[in-house]
């Protein structure tokens, strides 16, 4: 059997046309413009990469962005402010601070201090307290572990009353992914790095994502044979010659590097139902259920 693959670039595509489309029909009617506040603090280049995305995906949406930047040594005070005065700012349609934050900074804090009704990146923890709870709505859903739900159901993938595994209980993604399905009626397992026989949880899974951060760690024999497959992992290793020593980038003469999922794709896809490729799976998702989040912030605070 060969799996179906689930093509994150194009549906994460459709989902930013419907964005734009609807950005572009509130702003004909006069309404304003969604603008996405972006807070980072400090200089990771991964961070400002994400960051800067955000805003260029917000340009091509149709929507504003505004790009503050805080030093690494800001202090707990002058970042906690920074948002206070995003949250009153009533141009600013969802605030997205950008983790992980310098390490003397309390990231629980910072986020417990944004307006439920900005918090796009669904981080608060009133909005993940929602989604822990039976038959509350949170205003917005943690884009990745969103993004993963919509791709399983974009496939067709039956979540009521499927075994779900997920392979990783993070803040991020594992633990929000598992209260999701869970709240989609599946039967959830949460599987982490005391989990014991790991092979064997997995192979009871008819849905499984793997969110560990562990390179190609899912072996092709742990797959139960037409399962979901959602590979959330990006790990970098370097492209190896037919000989197997390391290739070398003729542009930048450094080591090439390529990326993979926590999943050995190319022996899943000969047992899975469904499964998502690396890169080009959940990583396109998670901007496009951002840009989706900041117009149902608009829309709320500006029906
Ligand atoms: P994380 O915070 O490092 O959490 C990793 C989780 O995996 C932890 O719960 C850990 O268990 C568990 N784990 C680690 N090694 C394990 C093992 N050998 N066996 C079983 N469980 C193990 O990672 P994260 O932030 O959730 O990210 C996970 C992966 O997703 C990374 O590759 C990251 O780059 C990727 N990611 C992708 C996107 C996207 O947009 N596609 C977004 C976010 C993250 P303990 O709790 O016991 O330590």
């Keep these: 059997?060969?799996?179906?693959?689930?093509?994150?670039?194009?549906?994460?595509q459709s989902v930013r046309d419907e964005v734009a489309a609807e950005v572009a029909r509130r702003t004909a009617t006069g309404k304003p413009q969604p603008i996405l506040a972006t807070v980072l603090v400090g200089d990771r280049p991964d961070s400002a990469a994400y960051v800067s995305s955000k805003g260029k995906a917000c340009m091509e949406l149709g929507m504003g962005s505004i790009s503050e930047h805080l030093p690494a040594d800001a202090t707990q005070e002058q970042v906690e402010a920074l948002v206070k005065k995003l949250n009153a700012d009533p141009q600013v349609s969802g605030i997205l601070v950008q983790l992980p934050m310098p390490a003397h900074i309390n990231e629980e804090r910072v986020l417990s201090l944004i307006n439920i009704e900005k918090d796009v990146d669904g981080f608060s923890p009133i909005n993940i307290g929602r989604l822990a709870q039976k038959g509350r709505?949170?205003?917005?859903?943690?884009?990745?572990?969103?993004?993963?739900?919509?791709?399983?159901?974009?496939?067709?993938?039956?979540?009521?009353?499927?075994?779900a595994v997920v392979l990783g209980r993070s803040?991020?993604?594992?633990?929000?992914?598992?209260?999701?399905?869970?709240?989609?009626?599946?039967?959830?397992?949460?599987?982490?790095?005391?989990?014991?026989?790991?092979?064997?949880?997995?192979?009871?899974?008819?849905?499984?994502i793997a969110a560990i951060g562990k390179k190609e760690m899912v072996r092709g024999d742990w797959i139960k044979p037409g399962a979901a497959v959602i590979d959330?992992?990006?790990?970098?290793?370097?492209?190896?010659?037919?000989?197997?020593?390391?290739?070398?980038?003729?542009?930048?003469?450094?080591p090439r590097q390529k990326l993979v999922g926590d999943v050995k794709f190319d022996e899943a896809v000969q047992v899975a139902g469904w499964i998502t490729p690396v890169p080009g799976g959940v990583?396109?998702?998670?901007?496009?259920?951002?840009?989706?989040?900041?117009?149902?912030?608009?829309?709320?605070?500006?029906?």
């Design 1 to 12: 059997m060969t799996a179906q693959l689930i093509d994150g670039k194009a549906i994460a």
């Design 283 to 303: 990583g396109p998702m998670t901007i496009a259920m951002l840009m989706k989040n900041t117009l149902r912030a608009a829309q709320i605070q500006n029906p």
């Design 232 to 254: 959330v992992g990006i790990n970098s290793i370097p492209v190896l010659n037919p000989d197997g020593t390391p290739a070398i980038s003729e542009k930048t003469g450094r």
């Design 137 to 163: 709505e949170p205003l917005f859903v943690p884009c990745t572990p969103f993004g993963c739900i919509y791709l399983l159901e974009q496939a067709g993938v039956k979540i009521e009353g499927a075994n």
């Design 171 to 208: 803040n991020i993604v594992g633990m929000p992914v598992a209260l999701l399905l869970i709240g989609k009626n599946a039967t959830v397992t949460v599987c982490h790095s005391r989990t014991r026989d790991l092979p064997a949880v997995v192979r009871q899974a008819d849905i499984l």
